[in-house]
């Protein structure tokens, strides 16, 4: 194992809210989605052939939403808010990344951005924490960390991050620029944990990782655990997920390995962790997404 040694320090100070929102005794149990729905807009971009989308996708999209039902979704590749409420409906609210404000312009792509995000059950309490950047780079427009704190008034609260890090080092570390920049994400992480285990919170981190976390001694695992106070929820979840091959419309491709994931505290238990398949028909017939969603039930220990 190398020792990465890359200085690289992030402070993440938390003031959560003087309570405004009604207090509950407990959120638990509470299911968790997360979910790239792959540049999810309401506006299109034909540069783009993945963002264009009919009303039909939207459907089935809400659709697959439906027989999930969770509680908390985190999302990633999402343009806007229009886009994200054709999916989950008027039950939900939505936090979208700050980097969609209009303040943040230099963190904006002209035409279609990929934010992360929540949408959260109206009947779940929750304060909405500033995003946190992933990259050092002042004038990103990508890897910011959406955050939110679920149930900020109960005994229990849960920190929540919705991230979608680097692609293109999913498996062994080399001296690449796509595995060092992942590799100093991981590290931004395992500081945002380190702060959550000093304090004693409950937390959870999900998205799209691009990276098999499952993999036995994996190196990003190694960076970001803390030994004995956090687990992968997505450890023994097989890779069943079918999507559209992008060689042959009329065909579908199988992923080998997980590359979405959902890292919960000690304090949490999962149960029931898998991947919402879509059926062969939708995945021909309709533009999805290019990942299949991951849901976990979580209760306290």
Request: proline fraction near 4%; charged fraction near 25%.
């Amino acid at each position: 194992m190398k020792h990465w040694i890359f200085p690289l320090i992030v402070t993440f100070g938390i003031m959560l809210p003087s309570p405004h929102l009604l207090a509950a005794d407990s959120i638990f149990p509470f299911k968790v989605v997360t979910w790239n729905i792959e540049w999810l807009t309401s506006h299109h971009d034909r540069s783009i052939p993945q963002s264009i989308r009919t009303n039909d996708d939207f459907e089935i999209l809400k659709r697959y939403f439906k027989i999930m039902s969770p509680d908390v979704l985190a999302f990633q590749e999402v343009n806007d808010l229009d886009a994200i409420r054709r999916v989950v409906g008027s039950g939900y609210h939505i936090v979208l990344s700050d980097r969609a404000k209009k303040e943040n312009k230099r963190h904006q792509f002209p035409d279609i951005n990929q934010y992360t995000g929540f949408a959260i059950k109206h009947r779940l309490a929750y304060h909405n924490i500033a995003d946190f950047p992933l990259v050092q780079k002042k004038s990103s427009k990508l890897r910011f960390a959406s955050y939110v704190v679920l149930g900020p008034n109960t005994e229990q609260p849960v920190h929540l991050l919705s991230v979608h890090l680097k692609a293109g080092c999913s498996g062994a570390y080399h001296d690449n620029y796509a595995c060092f920049q992942l590799l100093q994400q991981a590290e931004v992480l395992a500081e945002w944990i380190e702060e959550r285990e000093e304090r004693g919170d409950n937390y959870i981190i999900a998205g799209d990782f691009n990276h098999n976390l499952a993999y036995p001694t994996d190196w990003m695992w190694e960076v970001m655990r803390i030994e004995g106070d956090m687990h992968l929820a997505t450890k023994n979840t097989s890779a069943d997920c079918k999507v559209r091959s992008n060689r042959n419309a009329n065909k579908t491709h199988k992923f080998r390995s997980l590359i979405d994931h959902i890292i919960v505290s000690n304090a949490l238990s999962t149960t029931n962790v898998r991947q919402q398949i879509y059926s062969v028909r939708d995945v021909i017939d309709h533009r999805l997404s290019d990942h299949c969603p991951v849901i976990a039930n979580v209760s306290l220990k």
